[in-house]
């Protein structure tokens, strides 16, 4: 059982920045992809961006260019630098890592409000 704590989230206005952790209970060198996904108010979880055991990043077209994740391994993290925030980023978001592709663990989820 892997054990995920985020932090980072919070309140900031439009265009501003934050950065978002996730630490887990156990070394993740080895774990397939670990990602960050979000959930806004009456919508469907969503994936916001991935990146793999060799470090190979995907991103949602929504988020392109303004948002960065990032992984270190001798912390048992992964991050997600968030730029040039907008009101519609608002959401819950969730770390998910994968140790194999066939079994995944979430976090607690962390508020991220982006007000205009």
């Known amino acids: 059982q892997v054990q995920l704590v985020e932090s980072g989230g919070g309140l900031v206005q439009a265009g501003g920045s934050l950065r978002l952790s996730c630490a887990a209970s156990q070394t993740i060198f080895s774990f397939y992809a670990m990602g960050w996904y979000r959930q806004a108010p009456g919508k469907q979880r969503e994936l916001v961006a991935t990146i793999t055991r060799v470090g190979s990043t995907n991103y949602a077209d929504s988020v392109k260019g303004r948002f960065t994740i990032s992984r270190d391994n001798a912390k048992n993290a992964v991050y997600l630098q968030m730029n040039s925030l907008k009101p519609e980023d608002t959401a819950v978001y969730y770390c998910?890592?994968?140790?194999?592709?066939?079994?995944?663990?979430w976090g607690q989820g962390t508020q991220v409000t982006v007000s205009s």
């Open positions: 998910n890592f994968r140790p194999w592709p066939a079994q995944e663990y």
